[in-house]
């Protein structure tokens, strides 16, 4: 449902929420890097987010990305509207351009209870429940090995 504009836009607002401050500021670099994202791509993806006023950014040695509000105030449902709008909010499950309540697909129903839970749960979620998930332990955002002693052995 979310393009991968809107997925590199969410990680790298979760990634700037978690590691940044105006006094510590996030390099384009180190986001690309730790995210796996190629660099020129986010960087796009950022300064649209800096245009908003999502985002604040420094130029120079010591700049870098910033949130521009507190991660409390940002919801998931802030970056997807600033990045690709609502419209996914209001698409038919079947792609039909006249689907609606009055005159509904054959998935219609079950499709907006679907794609309206989605939309409230982006509505709730906020970028700190996001870290907060994360200093927890309980989610990840890069890419992780498996700790060998995880891995059950091998019989030959």
């Not at 809107?6 to 990634?15: P, Q």
């Not at 995210?35 to 010591?62: C, D, N, W, Y």
């Not at 910033?66 to 698409?91: C, Q």
């Amino acid at each position: 449902m979310l393009t991968k504009t809107t997925e590199y836009a969410l990680r790298a607002m979760i990634y700037i929420a978690l590691h940044a401050s105006p006094a510590n500021k996030i390099g384009i670099r180190e986001i690309a890097t730790e995210l796996g994202i190629p660099m020129a791509f986010i960087g796009k993806i950022l300064q649209e987010l800096v245009r908003k006023g999502l985002l604040a950014s420094t130029k120079g040695p010591h700049g870098g990305f910033f949130l521009e509000l507190p991660a409390a105030s940002i919801t998931v449902l802030d970056v997807i509207r600033e990045i690709d709008g609502l419209e996914a909010f209001k698409r038919c499950g079947l792609g039909l351009k006249q689907c609606s309540d009055k005159h509904p697909c054959p998935l219609h129903q079950d499709f907006k209870v679907y794609r309206d839970g989605l939309a409230q749960l982006f509505r709730k979620r906020t970028l700190q429940d996001l870290v907060n998930n994360l200093e927890a332990g309980e989610a990840f955002l890069t890419s992780f090995e498996i700790p060998t002693d995880l891995i059950p052995p091998q019989s030959c």
